[in-house]
Each structure stands twice: as C-alpha cells, then as structure tokens.
Nanobody, 121 residues
C-alpha cells in the first residue's frame, strides 16, 4: 500500500504565503506525476498544479504566477509554495501521486486526506 500525507495548511491573511508538503510512503518503485488539487466548499475538486519526474510543471490559470510546485524525488515529496494568497484560494488541498509499485506494472493513483487552507482577514 501507499500513503500520502499532506502538511502545511492553516489560516493566512490575504496576500500571505503558505507552503504545503506531501510525503509518499509505502510500496513505491517509482512515482510518475505528482500534483495538488483543491476542493472549495460546495464545489468540485479542481487541478491546481502538477509536476513530472523531469520537473516539468503544469498550472491552473487561476494560480499561475502565484503558486510554485516542486518535488524531491529522493524523498518522494511534492511541495506547493503559495504566495499572494486570495480568499478565493480557500479550500481543502489534496496531494496526488501516480505510483508504480514494481517493474512491468502499470501505475495506480493515490490521494492524501487533504489539508485545509483558509485565506481570510
């Protein structure tokens, strides 16, 4: 099995910053794409950003220029640096990873339990 554990959420004022972390552990041979998604109250879960093993990144238009995703492959960890936060960024943020558990096997997608980010004055 594979577990993803997020940390770093909390309450921040508009214009502030937070850094989220997510560590993957368990039966891992290699991790393909890693990413962050978010779900605001009453809304569907949406993509925030993804990062490939090569460090190539992809961002939602709403966070471009404000959020930065990165990963440490040696630590099976993905980060999300969030700057210039807005009230509209308030949501539960979920970590996501495509994990291959052995050679000649396809990947499975795993999710963390989420961490709350609240942007409010």
């Amino acid at each position: 099995q594979v577990q993803l554990v997020e940390s770093g959420g909390g309450l921040v004022q508009p214009g502030g910053s937070l850094r989220l972390s997510c560590v993957a552990s368990g039966s891992i041979w290699v991790i393909r794409n890693m990413g962050w998604y978010r779900q605001a109250s009453g809304k569907q879960r949406e993509l925030v950003a993804t990062v490939a093993p090569s460090a190539r990144t992809n961002y939602a238009d709403s966070v471009k220029g404000r959020f930065t995703i990165s990963r440490d492959n040696a630590k099976n960890t993905v980060y999300l640096q969030m700057d210039s936060l807005k009230p509209g960024d308030t949501a539960v943020y979920y970590c996501n990873a495509e994990v291959v558990q052995g050679p000649f096997r396809d990947y499975d997608t795993y999710w963390g339990r989420g961490t709350q980010v609240t942007v409010s004055s």
